[in-house]
């Protein structure tokens, strides 16, 4: 695990990773885009609606962020997964203007990485239009050259599909990319799929939660995955 500092990349890289980088994934939601009370509020909102026998505890809605929308429909409403999706999208439109930002850093380090000619790659497990609702409502989406989101792939996150259809659409090696996200299911398939990863300490369970996925790197701040990219080499 490195928690960087600039002389710790140096230290890290300097006999241990070879090949040139060529393309940055990035998850959407909690990496790029502070979505956290967007997404915990239309969670608890469509629970209240739909599930009157219960109140599910905030470490239970914690663990529905990350899989895809309709997993967790059918985890806790296996006879209409689709009723919860509907329902929980009806609160999340209604809020999105409202309670969604870039977290600090991230427009400087996505012109950084454009103009150092790199591929980048939004890869999540959101729906498409929602996906583009955000990225078009932030003026983010100009920088991204491919979106694979839950409609494109048949596996979502944690397995590797997602990121495997980036390396297929670019004819790229394992070697020339890196994931980056804020969930252990971007750390998970990152490793499934035989690509280094970056977690970011800005992440809604925090740095020392993500550490035990074994993440290749951890950032504290959007300006230092551009000194990973240096030091890797374009």
Not at 106 to 133: F, Y
Not at 149 to 162: C, F, I, L, R
């Amino acid at each position: 695990i490195i928690s960087l500092g600039i002389d710790e990349i140096s230290i890290y890289l300097g006999g241990v990773i070879e090949g040139m980088l060529k393309a940055v994934l990035f998850d959407l939601d909690g990496t790029l885009v502070n979505t956290n009370h967007l997404i915990f509020n239309s969670f608890r909102q469509a629970f209240s609606e739909l599930m009157s026998h219960r109140v599910l505890s905030d470490e239970e809605i914690m663990d529905c962020i990350g899989p895809t929308l309709h997993q967790t429909g059918e985890k806790y409403f296996q006879d209409n997964a689709e009723q919860f999706v509907h329902c929980y999208r009806k609160y999340y439109q209604q809020d999105h203007d409202e309670m969604i930002e870039a977290f600090p850093g991230i427009v400087g380090m996505l012109q950084m990485l454009q103009e150092m000619g790199l591929k980048l790659v939004i890869v999540t497990s959101k729906k498409r239009d929602m996906a583009i609702k955000g990225l078009s409502y932030l003026n983010l989406l100009s920088f991204f050259d491919l979106i694979v989101s839950s409609d494109d792939v048949t596996n979502p996150k944690p397995h590797q599909e997602p990121i495997q259809r980036v390396l297929d659409y670019y004819h790229f090696s394992v070697d020339e990319c890196l994931m980056v996200g804020d969930n252990s299911h971007d750390i998970e398939c990152a490793h499934a799929a035989g690509v280094r990863s970056v977690a970011v300490g800005w992440a809604m369970r925090g740095s020392d939660y993500l550490k035990t996925y074994h993440p290749t790197y951890i950032i504290n701040e959007a300006k230092e995955l551009v000194d990973i990219v240096k030091k890797e080499g374009i």
